[in-house]
Each structure stands twice: as C-alpha cells, then as structure tokens.
C-alpha cells in the first residue's frame, strides 16, 4: 500500500490543486455556442455543411463528424483526402484516420487499402471491435467483413500526376500546396464533443508511411471535459509532440482555443529550430463552442459552421506574425 508520503508526491508531480482551478476556469457558462463544427481547409466547407445536416436536428457530434469528412472522402478534387488522394512512392493510395467521442471512445486505421472511407472503418473498429487501431491488410479484411466494398482509389488525376513525379522523384515538402488531411471537430446541442480526421497522407511518401491523422493524441484528442483539437501538416512534429493532446491539456489550464493552438506551434518551433521550412497547424474547439487556430506558416486556413451561417477563416501564423 502506498504510504502518505508517496500520495504526496504524486500530487504534487500531477498538480493536483492545479487541475483543480482550472476545471473551474472551463465551467460552462450559461450559455454555450452551441452545436457548432469547425474543419481544416477550404474543402472543410461543404463537409461542414453535412455535418450541421445532424448537428442543427439535434443528432450526436459523432454522427456529424463522420457524415461530414466523408464528403472529402469521396471527392476526387480533394487530391488529400481519400478517393482521388495521392498516392505513395510506388503509386499506391493508402489512407489513415480517425475518430473520437465524448467518452473517450476511439477508433483508428492506418496503411488501409482499397476501402473509400476509412474513417466509417475507424468508427467501426471503435464500436464493433476491442481495439483501437488496426492496419494494413488486416484493417481491409475487418472492413470487407463489416460491408464495405473494395475499389481502385487512384483517379486517372493522381495517376498521371504520380507519373510525372517519378521522373525526377523530388520529396514532396508538406506546406501550403501539400496539406495533408481533413479534421473535424463538432460540438452538439448536448454539449458533447466528437471529433475525426482523415487523409490519403503525404503525396509520394515511402511506402508504409504513416503520419499523425491516425493517432490518437497526435492528429485528433477529445476531452470532453475541456474541448477538441485536430491537427495539419508536418504529421511526424504531430507524432513527437502529441500535439493534439497538448492542444487539449493547454485549455484544461485556461488557454483559449487559439492561445492553446499557438503555444503548441511555437513549443515546436523552438524545439525543431529549423520551424520555417515545415508548416505545421492546430484547429481547437472548447466545450463553451469557442474555436480558434494556429499555424508555422501563412495560409492555412480552417471552416465554422454555427446558427449564423458559415465562415472560412485564415489562421493566423507565426511566420505571419513576424512579417
């Protein structure tokens, strides 16, 4: 049995009277912005538009999160995302996502093939399964036994383009012109929070490759205590600063969306030095329906959808900020 002395200790390490204050800090008010849903990028519009299909009836943000990236899921002009995506090295289209909800329910698959909504995979792997992650051709078998149907998902687009990549096989930087993925966070008339992310991943990247979207902490946390933070770009800074997570924790201790998401870009641009060659991004959305963004580099730009009506919102940057 533990002694006095060591619960002390561990209080202390955890910061106890800490946590405290600021659960009271994030006590709701009496009137929260809510249902509202936020998604990263242009193509984070029409998405939110099913999306607030669910939210504005009064569904659960689960159900929104998923109606809603499966837009871009099966878009191919969304070149990033799912059907249409580009493909690895070796002309493959592989997808990662995943999705969470109010009860720290999580699902996630990675290195899938051949399936065009990985994340109605994810959700299933969370409902239907013990796990939370399962990859490579084992996420297929799991998705072809629950009723999903196997299809080509490289376009003759991404095809041609995969081509002429290979004659000069440059790596494809991760930055404005190459984001890679959709996150979605939603809020619903109950004050529950879900969120979702899903992407076709880096263009061109080495076969197996996966990056942050499909871990939980990294590309997408849920707190429904505090809020929501989904996460863009560099998915390997994601992956070693469990940026998502970090988003989430700096809200618990008060930070707005927006202060959250920016403490969180510049604790990794200090960590990485070399900050301005990469672009890296976190949208974040508390249980009061306040939102906000951060990012490395200009451009990155994120969609609100709320009773008002609809928004597509430029981020503000750290590079911006230093123009």
Known sequence: MRSRRDFLKLSALLGVTGLFKSQQVLAAPAKANKPVVVSTWEHGMPANEAAWQVLSKGGRALDAVEAGVRVPEADPKVRTVGYGGYPDKNGIVTLDACIMDEHMNCGSVAFLQNIKHPISVARAVMEKTPHVMLVGEGAKQFALSQGFVEEDLLTAESKADWLAWQKDQQLQLIN????????????????????????????????????????????????NEVGAATATGMGELMIKTVGSHLVVELMRQGASPEQACREAVERIARKIGDYAAFQVGFLALNRQGQYGAFCIQPGFNYAVRQHSGSQLIDGKSLLGAKA
């Open 176 to 223: 404005i012109e190459n984001h890679d993925t959709i996150g979605m966070l939603a809020l619903d008339a109950d004050g529950n929070l879900s969120g979702a992310c899903t992407t076709s991943g880096a263009a061109y990247k080495m076969h197996g490759r996966v990056g942050d979207s499909p871990i939980i902490g990294a590309g997408l946390y849920v707190d």
